[in-house]
């Protein structure tokens, strides 16, 4: 297994999507689908000799920078993988562009689950291995965070990093290397460590689905889209599954692995200590707070207007849009974008023309940091809160001393608050120019801006529910798809990765 270190990371992703062109070839074999099993199986054989090929000659390649090495395979990963992913997805559909496919790849690789095409259009196999690529995507976010992210205190990490002193703020070659020199071993670890979690608990999820009714395509394909949080469905969503509201039920449990990453990082202990520290984590009690207040809000509004329609005692039509608000809530707050079948009933009790926007709202705020969840993370918005707080005490109390959460408090309430502040100014000016790229490929002002918080967070059903009607993607012209696969792309990696690639340190010798 380490000798496999001695490739670069980006000829490993190629040799895992290769191998994973497989599964979709069974799968057709079975229902005898020769088309598709004839298209994944000469896609991924031609894939895995491409791969071996480069990876003799690239084998014990030496980069002089490891950090900027995996970062730049990162951004390479989400612009170069959707070509190759796309050659079998062409090949099988045979009746859309090569362009289409590339999009669906794009919005499959980075789990944001905007799709192109009618779930009839493509047949099961085809629809799985879009769950796949997704599924593949997520497992992706979850090693490269912890390998990657963390030690360079990027996709959130950097709001809980101890700020340094101005004279360290530029780092040495010594330092850079002690710090960063082993993040090929951190990348074999966490692999060997979360891989078998990943697939644990969609195999778990997988077979529930299944005991609830579900048809097995359907729920691996289910399965893999709410592990990884891209909303990917073979029937259109949760409207049309046969698992019911007992389906539905566990998908919910499942959702809480996009608030926190103390649901399945390794180190902090299991039953009990694992329970404690998820309580305690302050994504996680942002997440509850949101699960609690706009369900409730919504859930009132409901009940007072069917006070009005004289619809009290329908106690079945008050538990359908209680329980459409929460699992909805807490599906757009993970930015998979599933809708419970119960919407229907929430939206129909509601006073709003467009209920939608709440959920928009949810999807910018977004799930855990180094989890598959996509927005701008639950850790940032609660540094933000918590600075908003302690100033609006300063203006009760100017000469007051805050000093609760000790030096971890003040580091978020300060430096934390700060970077946050920065990184959602960020967010906000992607949101600006994207909006502006696409009015200018002849969207209007509504499709523009669902659209860009569709892809910059990571949401593709927000096109659904976001807008007064739904948005198709399909009926989008060309040149804003190619400016929304760039926003996908963007809101996967985040604009702190690409200004981190700017920072002159790492390109020097």
């Known amino acids: 297994m380490r000798r496999i270190l001695d490739v670069p990371l980006i000829v490993i992703l190629m040799g895992i999507s290769a191998l994973m062109m497989y599964l979709p070839v069974f799968h057709a074999v079975t229902v005898r689908d020769w088309l598709a099993a004839r298209s994944f199986f000469y896609s991924g054989t031609l894939l895995l000799t491409l791969t071996i090929f480069i990876g003799i000659a690239t084998y014990h390649l030496k980069a002089r920078n490891l950090a900027r ?53 493509l047949s099961e196999s085809v629809h799985l291995w879009r ?26 990490f950097e709001v809980t990093s101890i700020a340094r002193g101005q004279g360290d703020a530029r780092l040495t070659r010594e330092m850079h290397h002690a710090r960063f020199g082993d993040s090929r071993e951190r990348l074999l670890k966490l692999a060997l460590q979360m891989g078998p979690v990943y697939i644990g608990l969609t195999l778990t999820l997988w077979i529930g ?46 959702f809480g692995f996009a608030l926190t990453r103390k649901t399945f990082w390794a180190g902090y202990g299991w039953g009990v200590d694992r329970m404690r520290a998820i309580l305690r984590d302050v994504e996680a009690r942002m997440g509850f707070f949101c699960l609690i207040i706009l369900p409730a809000a919504l859930f009132l509004r409901h009940w007072i207007g069917a006070f009005e329609v004289d619809d009290v005692a329908d106690l079945r039509a008050a538990f359908g849009a209680l329980w459409g608000a929460v699992f909805t809530t807490l599906s757009f707050l993970s930015t998979t974008g599933f809708s419970s079948a119960e919407w229907a009933v929430t939206q129909s009790w509601s006073g709003l023309e467009t209920p939608g926007t709440v959920m928009m709202g949810l999807a910018l705020v977004g799930g855990g940091v180094a989890t598959t969840a996509g927005g701008v993370k639950l850790l940032r918005v609660y540094a933000l809160y918590r600075h908003g707080h302690r100033e609006m005490e300063r203006l009760v109390l100017p000469h007051s001393v805050g000093g609760e959460g000790g030096a971890f408090g003040r580091h978020i309430r300060r430096e934390g608050a700060y970077i946050a502040w920065i990184f959602f100014m960020l967010f906000a000016l992607s949101l600006t120019a994207v909006s502006a790229m696409l009015a200018a490929a002849g969207l209007n002002f509504e499709q523009s801006i669902v659209l860009s918080l569709a892809a910059l967070s990571t949401t593709g059903p927000v096109a659904q529910v976001g807008g007064e009607v739904p948005i198709l993607y399909a009926s989008i012209p060309d040149a804003a798809k190619a400016v929304l696969a760039g926003a996908m792309v963007l809101g996967r990696v985040e604009a702190l990765v690409i200004i981190a690639l700017l920072n002159p340190e790492f390109w020097r010798n």
């Open 69 to 121: 090495s995996h970062l730049l395979a990162l951004l390479i990963t989400y612009t170069l993988m959707p070509v190759l992913l796309a050659l079998p997805f062409y090949e099988a559909v045979r009746t859309t562009s090569f362009f289409n496919a590339w999009f669906e790849m794009v919005a499959s690789l980075t789990t944001t689950g905007a799709t192109l095409f009618e779930p009839d259009r």
């Open 131 to 156: 769950a796949t690529v997704g599924w593949m995507g997520g497992l992706f976010i979850w090693v490269t965070a912890g390998a990657i992210l963390a030690p360079l205190n990027l996709g959130g």
């Open 209 to 254: 689905l299944v005991i609830c009714g579900e048809r097995p395509l359907v729920a691996i394909c289910h399965a893999m889209s709410i592990l990884s949080t891209s909303g990917i469905s073979p029937v259109g969503g949760l409207e049309a599954a046969q698992s019911g509201l007992m389906g539905e039920a566990l998908i919910f449990l499942f």
